[in-house]
C-alpha cells in the first residue's frame, strides 16, 4: 500500500515540475512516506530525517528552501510530535490527504510555516488521483478500498487508515481500463482489507468476486491478484472465483498471524486453526496449483511454547510458498499492548528463527519443484547490475532469464532449470503475448 502511495505522490507532483532523483544532494523536496505497523519502522523515521537535516542546512546557506515532507501512517499517528521533535519537518500529511500535497506546498512557499494535514476529508481522495495514473510497468497496482474494521488486538492499522472504505465499482473499472491502455497486463486490488470490498454498483453492491469477474472480462487484461485478505471474509464465492477465473492468479497472500486457537481469539482475529485450514482445503480443491503466503506473529502477549508449537504445526500443514514473520511488537493505543503475559525479547527471538527456519525450507522447496517444468512469466524489468530480464512466474516467484530479445511486458512460456530461495532460472521456449505499446 505504501508503494501504491508513493506512486501516487511522484504522479501528483510531476504536473508541477517535479522529478525523481535518487540523491539527497539534488532534491529540493524529499517526502518520507511512513510505517507506523511496528515500532522499528515508525523509529526508523527520526534517524532518517536527522540524516536529511544537514542538506536544508546546506541549501538554506545558499539561499534555497529544500521541503521536508513526512507522509504516510506515522505522519497521521503522530501528527505534530513530528515537528516538535523535529522542527526542520515543513509539512506532515496523512493517508488521507496526501492529494493536497501540490496545495499545501504552494501555502508554504517562501514562508517557515509548517502544517499538519491528518484529516480524514469529505471530498474522495482517488477522484483528484485517478486523473493522474501514470504507469510505465505491465504490472499496475490499483487501489479499491482502504481502512479497516477489524481491530485485530495488535494492529493500529484502524487508527491510522481509519475506517473501511470500498470505491464504487464505476471508477474502478475506469482506472483499470486505463491502466490496460497504459500498457498495464496484471492489474493487483490493493486494500488493507480487500475482500472485505463491497463497491457500490448500480443502487446495488458488489463483492470482491463480481468485482474480479468484471475485471476479468476487460480486454487486454492477462492477470490478477488481490491483497491483502482476511480469512474471514473469504467468501465462498470469492473462493469459487479461483476456480473459475482464468486470469485470476494462483497464489494468495491469507494471513494466519498464528496458529494456537486461544492466541487467535486474544488476537480477535474472529477465526480458528481449523477454518482456516478448511479455507486452504477449499482453495486448493478448485485450484490445485494455489500457492500460499502469510503474515506471522511470533510472542503475542499470551503466547506459551505449547501456543507457539501450535503455530508450527498450522505452518508444516498449509506448506507455505512464501511467508513474512514477525516478532510481536507493542504499539501503543492497541489493546494487545496493555495485556498480560508480554513475552520476553529473547524468547520472541529464539521462536522467530525457528519458526524462519522452517518457513525457508518450505520456500526453498517449494522453488526447487519447479525445476525442469515449464510456466509462464511475466516480463517486469531488467536488473540494475547486469541487465538481465526479470519476470513473475503466476505463484509470484521472482524469475530470470538468460536471455535478451524480449521486452518488458512480454509474456512467455519458459522451462525452469534453477532455484534457490528467492528466485527461478529459466530459458524462454515461446513468446505468448506481446508488450501492449
Ligand atoms: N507486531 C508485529 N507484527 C505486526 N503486524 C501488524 N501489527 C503488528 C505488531 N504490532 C504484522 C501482521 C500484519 C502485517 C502487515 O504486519 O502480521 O499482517
Ligand atoms: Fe490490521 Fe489486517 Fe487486522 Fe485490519 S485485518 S486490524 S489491517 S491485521
Known sequence: MNVYDSERMYELMQPHGYIVTNNYDDADLIILNTC???EKAAEKIYSELGRIVPYKINLYKKGKKLNIVVAGCVAQAEGKEIIKRQPMVDIVVGPQTYHRL?????????TSERIVDTDFPIE???????KLRNINNPVAFLSIQEGCDKFCSFCVVPYTRGAEYSRPVKDIIIEAKDLIKQGAKEICLLGQNVNAYHGEYNNTVLSLDKLIFEIANLEGIQRIRYMTSHPADMTEGLIKAHGEVEALMPYLHLPVQSGDDQVLKAMNRKYNSTEYLSIIEKLRDVRPDIAFSSDIIVGFPGETDRSF??????????NYSQAYSFKYSRRP????????????EDIKTERLLALQEILDIQQCEFN?????KSMEVLIERRRRKDNLLVGKSPYMQAVHLLEDKYDIGNILRVNVFAADKNSLKAKSVQLLSKAAN
Open 36 to 38: 507506523h505497523i511496528r
Open 102 to 110: 501540490p496545495e499545501l506546498l504552494n501555502t508554504i512557499s517562501n
Open 124 to 130: 474522495n481522495k482517488f477522484d483528484e488521483l485517478q
Open 309 to 318: 508449537e501450535n503455530t508450527l504445526n498450522l505452518v508444516e500443514q498449509v
Open 333 to 344: 493505543g492497541t489493546p494487545g499492548s496493555i495485556m498480560q503475559g508480554q513475552v520476553s
Open 368 to 372: 526447487s519443484a519447479f525445476i525442469g
